[in-house]
């Protein structure tokens, strides 16, 4: 199980760069003696993660499965783990689950988005299910010095494209 709490790391032009995922969806410890396990999203074990990952990595960046599907705004749950998060040294955390795209919010000088929406799926009864974004990130060390939004549209069930002209405006909304 402890492996599914450690941090992936990367380096990335000199800057050693940590991914770490965690769900909150599933909300059961389950593991498999033989395998890695899954890194539920207990605020304990996910600060304890995070602070391992700052102390090997420039830049540390849990990614989070969580939040109510089909909701544009952020429950408290996830607004609390993100700051939890923050405080526990991450540079950015990322979201993903409620398959429409969510705010996003500076904490304590760093970066979260809630949801990037969908970006390959299946759920094409709404405008929302079909849209998602993809995040550009530039890091100057641990600083974050722009974040770039690219809007995507899903067309014929799972065919992203880069959104342009009123759906570019629609997504970003």
């Known amino acids: 199980m402890q492996q599914a709490y450690s941090a992936r790391i990367f380096n990335v032009k000199g800057t050693r760069v940590a991914l770490l995922g965690f769900d909150a969806v599933v909300m059961w410890g389950w593991t498999d003696p033989s395998g890695p396990g899954l890194a539920t999203a207990w605020e304990g074990p996910v600060r304890d993660a995070i602070v391992r990952a700052r ?3 420039d830049v540390v960046i ?9 909701t544009s705004v952020p429950n408290q749950f996830q607004r609390h783990m993100a700051h939890v998060s923050v405080d526990a040294g991450a540079d950015l955390v990322l979201g993903a689950h409620p398959h ?9 000088g760093k970066l979260i988005a809630y ?7 299946d759920q094409g009864w709404s405008r929302e299910t079909m849209q998602g974004v993809m995040g550009t990130f530039t890091f100057q060390g641990s600083t974050l010095l ?22 570019y405006y629609a997504v970003l909304q």
């Open 55 to 57: 102390s090997q990595a």
């Open 62 to 70: 849990p990614f989070f499965h969580w939040g109510v599907e089909y």
């Open 100 to 108: 429409w795209v969510q705010q996003v919010e500076e904490y304590n």
């Open 115 to 121: 949801s990037l929406g969908n970006f390959i799926f």
């Open 146 to 167: 722009d974040t770039h939004w690219t809007p995507i549209v899903i067309e014929d069930w799972n065919q992203p494209r880069i959104a342009t002209g009123a759906d």
